[in-house]
């Protein structure tokens, strides 16, 4: 059983990473912490507290943070909408609401509370799990794993350098990628290769139940988005870390170290990969296997209601 924490950014492809991970029986989600990225925090933890909601998810959400460390505040609404979940329409919430403490502090006790037991998912901005390590150094080394989505070799899609995620808070991704813990990378060498089709989301139409529902909402405004930019299929980022999760096999990797342009020049965030090494620095995902990802996707959906 995989024990983890997600650190959200809820946006459209966060949503599909949560409802993979509550239809998977290998994943207990310990909590989530929705964190600035997409959208600014109000709304990403509204999104988050949403999808808990109508996927039966019981876990706790805390929020995170507002802020980036270092820079100004950016944002994904292009490819996410406004509200940063366009698409479905939800009910008042009977059961989820955001507890109350901070969400970095729930993060460090659950991780010192149960050593090598956690793994961390972040798959928005880096700024919570920096705050974390800073604040407890100790979770470095009781972290069972931290995989996140983020980072780019091969170009990015926010500047023609820089990944998101990275961009959004390049200190915060620097402090990750240099602290030493047990981090599993999920860069856009990786993740842009697993798209969803416009005929595969037709099949998902014909899938029944709340959860595929909101599945096909979000993605058919996930599409559309891409479509209108001209930016072909849309990539499923976040969840390809749960996939990992649920099934590591059939993922190509390579180990490097790894840093972050924090210089304030067009490569701000870009993420830099060293020569690659047999220990130490970072597991990076050069490929993973876009029929398997689907298979699971499909096995959630029809364990979800
Ligand atoms: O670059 C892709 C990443 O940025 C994904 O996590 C997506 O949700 C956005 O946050
Ligand atoms: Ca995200």
């Known amino acids: 059983m995989q024990r983890i924490i997600l650190d959200v950014d809820t946006g459209l492809d966060d949503a599909v990473a949560i409802i993979l991970a509550a239809g998977s ?15 600014g925090l109000e709304r990403t933890l509204e999104n988050t ?8 998810i019981e876990a706790p959400v805390y929020r ?35 507890q109350e403490g901070s969400g970095i502090q729930f993060i460090i006790d659950t991780i010192m509370a149960n050593p090598h037991e956690i793994t961390l998912v972040p798959v928005g901005p880096l700024t919570d799990i920096a705050v974390a390590m800073q604040r407890e150094p100790r979770i470095i080394s009781r972290v069972k794993e ?25 200190e915060a991704a620097q402090i990750v990628f240099t602290s030493g813990a047990p981090l599993v990378m999920f860069p856009l060498d990786c993740t842009t290769k697993v798209t969803l089709s ?18 096909c909402s979000c993605m058919d405004s996930y599409m559309a988005n891409y479509q209108r930019k001209g930016k072909g299929h849309p990539a499923m980022h976040d969840p390809l870390c749960i996939a990992y999760l649920i099934d590591p096999k059939p993922f190509l990797f390579e180990r490097h170290e790894v840093s972050v342009e924090l210089e304030d020049a067009p490569t701000y965030g870009k993420t830099l990969k060293g020569k690659e090494t047999e220990t130490g620095g970072v597991l990076v995902a050069k490929k993973g296997d876009t029929t398997h990802f689907w298979s699971l996707i499909d096995q959630a959906l029809l364990s979800l209601r």
């Open 146 to 170: 931290i995989v996140l989505m983020g980072g780019s070799f091969v170009g990015g899609n926010v500047t023609k350098e820089a990944e998101f995620n990275t961009y959004a808070d390049p």
């Open 49 to 56: 507290l949403n999808v808990c909601e109508v996927v039966g």
């Open 25 to 39: 029986p290998s994943i207990h989600i310990e909590g989530l912490v929705a964190t600035s990225g997409n959208v």
């Open 64 to 98: 995170g943070s507002s802020q980036p460390l270092v820079r100004d505040k950016v944002d994904a609404g292009d490819f996410h909408g406004e509200s940063g979940l366009d698409g479905p329409v939800f009910q008042p919430r009977r059961r989820q609401q955001v």
């Open 198 to 215: 416009p005929e595969q989301l037709e099949r998902y139409h014909t899938f029944t139940g709340e959860s595929a529902r909101l599945f």
